[in-house]
């Protein structure tokens, strides 16, 4: 198994994503998240035939953490409502190439999909098919080499958003050559789903999950207690 289980009951399977491994939907049919889990539940459960998962929150390949995966499709009808309506907390920690001009601040931008480079890029307002992208930030700590560690409360959800709107302000994440860092890095990208609040979709109690970073970011040599950090 290639990813830790954070939280798990007949409605629900909450993990830590590893990097380098996609959540879903491979051309090459090489594992992902959602095969790895279902072989989990299976193994686990000793369930015969296809097992159900729906996916209501996904992660980039070379990013890490949280995941939440509904185990039935009323609790992934319930869960994709939360996602929709943003009633979901989700909050990121980040290591960026460059400090931000700005110690907190809220990022607004249009995002649209660039498919000739295979990426998201930022459009004036009101472009046909653009989509509303916003996040609000502020740096934890300051690191070497005039990176930071930053916290990110992710308001919408857009494909690669938090790389796309730092990159746009010259702030690349740490590894993350596709928008513009100089790094590469063996841990992927410094981008990990750190916290997750939502509602579960069936006891209707708060549901929070939380994934300190991998092994990886021991390189940065972070000051910052994670554990002790609070609400802004």
Known sequence: MKFTVLYEDNHVLAVSKPT???????????????????????????????VYLGVVSRLDSLATGVVILARTSK????????????????????????????????????????????????VPPGTPGAKEATLRYRVLEQLRNGAALVEVELESGRKHQIRLQFSERGCPVFGDRKYGARHVWAGGIALHSWQLECEHPVRR????????????????QLATHLDAVGDW
């Open 75 to 122: 609790a992934a009808a319930r869960l994709a409502e939360q996602f929709r309506t943003g009633s979901v907390r989700k909050r990121y920690l980040v290591v960026l190439e460059r400090r931000p001009a700005a110690a907190c601040a809220d990022c607004r931008d249009w995002v649209d999909k660039d498919e000739s480079a295979h990426r998201m890029r930022c």
């Open 205 to 220: 109690t708060r549901l929070s999950l939380q994934a300190l970073p991998p092994r990886s970011w021991q390189e940065f």
């Open 20 to 50: 380098g491994l996609a959540t879903m939907g491979t051309s090459s049919g090489t594992a992902t998240l959602v095969t790895l889990a279902k072989d989990y539940i299976k193994t686990r459960y000793g369930k015969p035939g296809n």
